[in-house]
């Protein structure tokens, strides 16, 4: 999973400084041979992308140096944590959901990629097998059994 995190912000941030360093230099000089600057939509416009880009590479870089610092010895075993898969019983709707806790930007509800910082992420971490975990959602409270963990200790071994 953190492999995975890795490679798309890696990706990403190649993507980003080629747009910084090539292309947007070329975007500002075409856009100043257009004439006046006070009204030159596309000088400001490539600015304006220019600014953006520079703050999402800095980000990129922010989450980079936050995933090499990730101790895997320091996650637990037996327990809920960052990159684990965690299958929780629902009785109310009589119903099993698979979750995997990932950093916020990797999370996707829709295909069960939950938030390490979400109320369900925050609600199962440090939980174990049979652990009964209540979540305070906007919608309502829900209650879950946690009847399989697989930790990224688990998933390594494969």
Do not use: W
């Not at 010895?73 to 629902?90: F, H, I, N, T």
């Not at 309502?140 to 390594?156: F, M, N, P």
Request: hydrophobic share 35%; charged share 35%; glycine share 6%.
């Amino acid at each position: 999973m953190l492999e995975r995190t890795r490679d798309k912000l890696e990706k990403e941030l190649k993507a980003l400084e080629k747009e910084y360093r090539q292309d947007l230099p070329k975007e500002i000089q075409r856009a100043l041979q257009m004439g006046d600057l006070r009204e030159n939509a596309e000088y400001h416009a490539a600015l304006d992308r220019q600014k953006f880009v520079k703050a999402r590479i800095q980000q990129v870089q922010t989450q980079l140096k936050d995933l090499a610092m990730v101790d895997l010895d320091a996650l637990p075993k037996d327990r809920v944590a960052l990159g684990s898969s965690v299958s929780v019983y629902e009785s109310e709707s009589d119903r099993t959901l698979v979750y995997e806790l990932v950093i916020p930007d990797d999370a996707d509800f829709s295909k069960g990629l939950v938030s390490v910082n979400s109320p369900i992420g925050k609600s199962l971490l440090g939980h174990g097998v049979g652990d009964q975990v209540t979540v305070r959602l906007p919608a309502g409270t829900r209650s879950y059994e946690i009847v399989k963990l697989q930790t990224l200790h688990d998933k390594a071994k494969k």
